[in-house]
Structures are given as structure tokens and as C-alpha cells.
């Protein structure tokens, strides 16, 4: 029983010397620490620096990656701005808004050139532009396997011309001047009754827009094939 009140008589004594501190020497220091520190403005890490207003209307990035493309392929869009008030893209591609890091996708059917323009609340305005390659796919572009005279006679006195074609990957086909509506059709045939030379041209369009063109003059007497 002696020895519990022995520690807890030498534990008052701490206590007492503790407070003692603090009152004489501790608390002053204390004090002094925390009025420096209200005092001291607080410094921005400088990983952060460029979204300093002081630094004005910035571009921080703008790139697709991949950068180039094969037809038909999807990259993405990024683009990152400093205190700007608004962002355009041209061409459009979508709504845009003020961001450090933003992406998106796009999907060109051609090689095409992207502009980013930034503009703050002055009216003050900055661009950048980089160009995405689309590389043609081979496989996918549009053929005419051919385009030709395959019978001529003649009827009443005038030359009928039975001209047929085939193309290969083409989403719509058209001949100038106009013998039938453009379609899809991949191959057929329409009659030509020329009073003088006359040449068509049978356009292929594909995939993405690629064209593909062949040409057949076809006169009263006989055909002439370009």
C-alpha cells in the first residue's frame, strides 16, 4: 500500500513540473510558433505553377495518340487549358469546356487537321493545331473491275450501245452524264444512243469517301475505250 501511494506522489510531482513549464517557458514558445505561421503565406507547390492567374490564358497540351490512324480506327483527343473562360475545336467534334486534362474520341474517314483555340475572360484568344493521319486501308478501297462496251447494233438507223460495269467496295456508283439514279449497285448495265461521241464517267465512291473513276467514249460508229 506504501509503494502505490509512493508512485502516485512521484507521479503529482511530474505533473507539477509539466504545468510548471508550459506556464514559465513552453507556453510562451508556443505561442510565438503559431503567430509566425499565420503570418507566412503559404507558398504553392510549383507543381501547380501553370494555373497561376498571373501566368494568363495558356494552351498546356493538345495531341491525338496515336497519331496516325488506319481507316477506320479510333484515337483519342487531348487537351488541357489555363485560365480560359472558353474552348472551341475545329472542326467540332464535341462540346468542349475549360479543363487542365480532358480526352476524347475521334474517328476521321481522312487525314485532318485539329485546331484548339482558347479564349479567357478578356477576350483574349490562343491556338494550336497538329494533324491526324489517317493511312488509306487497302483493303477497303473501291475498285471498277471494268467499264466497257459489251454489244453495239444498230436500230432504225441509230447506233445502241449495251454498256456494263463491276466495281468492287463501293457504297454508291454514278455515271456523268446521268444514265441512272446513283446506287449501291455493285455491277450492271444501261444503254447509250449517241448521236455524236459522247463519254461517260463512272465514278465509285467507298468507304470514308475515297473515289475511284473510269471513263468510256461510245460514238455512232464504234466505241472507243480510255
Known sequence: MKRWQSWLQLGNLLLLIVTAWLLIDGMPNLLRWRAVRNTTPVKRPEAFDWVDPAKGLGIINFYAYPGAIAEG?????????????????????AELSPSFNRCFEVSPERTTRYTLTAE????????????LVVEP????????????VRTSKVDRGDTVHL???ATVNATLVEVNP????GSPVLQGCFYAVPKQPVT????????????VKRQL???PEAPVEK
Open 163 to 165: 454498256l456494263c460495269f
Open 200 to 211: 461517260y464517267t463512272l465514278t465509285a465512291t467507298g468507304t470514308f469517301g475515297r473515289k
Open 120 to 131: 479567357d475572360a478578356k477576350g483574349r484568344t490562343l491556338s494550336k493545331s497538329f494533324e
Open 178 to 181: 446521268p444514265a441512272f439514279p
Open 73 to 93: 480506327e479510333t484515337t483519342s483527343v487531348c487537351y488541357g487549358v489555363m485560365n480560359a473562360k472558353a474552348v472551341k475545336l475545329d472542326p467540332p467534334v
Open 137 to 148: 486501308e487497302p483493303a477497303l478501297a473501291p475498285r471498277i473491275s471494268y467499264f466497257r
Open 217 to 219: 467514249t461510245v460514238a
